[in-house]
């Protein structure tokens, strides 16, 4: 029986890995598909102290997974299913495999929201995206427009300027959510055209994005939008579908914990982006993977 199941491998999934395996558990890792979650989509990290080379988050991630395994820990490659947490102890399937662990430790981050307009599903792949990294190569000296006014929509739109002949930022309000630093460097860059106070209504073409029906909020004027690509960057929805109905969820979907990360189940810990956290960051994701696997640790022991 594992001390430890962690799922997810994520950063707050790799943190406490790392600390779980340092502190002498038995513990293992289920991530559905690659280690990094949704850093693996962000083209630079220059806010993780002591990380000056700005690494992009393929990389970053990749230390982090490296770093876990020097130490030990256990990866498998899988998606968690029938996951009980109600239990002593808690179990779940993965590969077909039936795992019991005395503590589980959930880092199942977050996905990016969508806006839900029509044309949206059906232009998914065909000029609608949500990964600027995985796609913008694909606007190569062609115009993208991004949706959103937080960090990611301008680092998003930062990072594709660099590639693009022109890049929109199409915000629902007139001024930013983002942090100054990027503001600022958005704002002066020539080759990003802010349109503010503007939501998209649909997004328009026959099996490929040609442009977007947009609404001004404020004179009620509705526009269309050429582009050739749009990324949607609107934020993010907690992962929870796994253990719905098993614990406390906040309004908004994530994990409701206390200050030991652990949640209104015994034995369940939340760490990074599902949790209910005022600040979603790679170094507070890591954080909250330290204090759960401390604290799962310290309740496996007494098991
Ligand atoms: P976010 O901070 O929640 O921002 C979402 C943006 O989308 C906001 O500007 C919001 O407008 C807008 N929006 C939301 N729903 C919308 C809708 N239906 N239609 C049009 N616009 C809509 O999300 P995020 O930028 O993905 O960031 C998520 C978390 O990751 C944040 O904590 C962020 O700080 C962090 N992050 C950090 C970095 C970094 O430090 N470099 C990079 C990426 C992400 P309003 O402003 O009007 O609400």
């Not at 707050?12 to 690659?34: I, K, P, S």
């Not at 009980?84 to 990016?112: H, M, Q």
């Not at 594709?160 to 942090?179: E, F």
Request: net charge neutral.
């Amino acid at each position: 029986m594992l001390d430890i199941a962690i799922i997810g491998g994520g950063p707050a999934g790799l943190a406490a890995g790392l600390y779980a395996v340092r502190g002498g558990g038995n513990v293992r890792l289920f991530e559905e598909l690659f280690a990094g979650g949704q850093i693996v989509k962000t083209h630079r990290i220059e806010n993780y102290p002591g990380i000056t080379d700005g690494p992009d988050g393929y990389a970053l991630a990749a230390r982090f997974e490296e770093h876990a395994a020097a130490f030990g820990l256990s990866i498998e490659y899988g998606a968690v299913s029938e996951l009980v947490l109600d239990a002593d102890p808690k179990r779940f399937i993965c590969n077909g495999k039936a795992y019991e662990a005395k503590t589980v430790i959930l880092a199942t981050g977050a996905s990016p929201k969508t806006l839900g307009i029509p044309g949206e599903r059906e232009l998914t792949g065909h000029g609608v995206s949500y990964c600027a990294t995985c796609d913008g190569a694909f606007y190569k000296n062609r115009t993208a427009t991004v949706i959103g006014g937080g960090d990611t929509a301008i680092s998003d739109a930062l990072y594709l300027a660099k590639l693009c002949s022109k890049v929109y930022v199409v915000h629902r309000r007139d001024t930013l959510r983002a942090s100054a630093i990027l503001a600022d460097a958005a704002k002066q860059t020539e080759n990003i055209t802010f349109v503010w106070n503007s939501v998209p209504e649909a997004f328009l073409g026959e099996g490929k994005l040609c442009a977007i029906r947009i609404k001004n909020r404020v004179t009620g004027e509705v526009s269309e939008l050429i582009t050739d690509g749009a990324f949607v960057a609107v934020g993010v929805v907690p992962r929870t579908e796994l253990f719905k109905g098993q614990i406390a969820l906040s309004e908004n979907g994530s994990v409701i914990t206390d200050e030991k990360t652990e949640t209104s189940v015994k034995g369940v810990f939340a760490a990074g982006d599902v949790r209910n956290t005022p600040l979603r960051q790679v170094v507070t994701a890591c954080a909250d993977g330290a204090i759960a696997a401390t604290y799962a640790l310290e309740a496996a022991r007494v098991k």
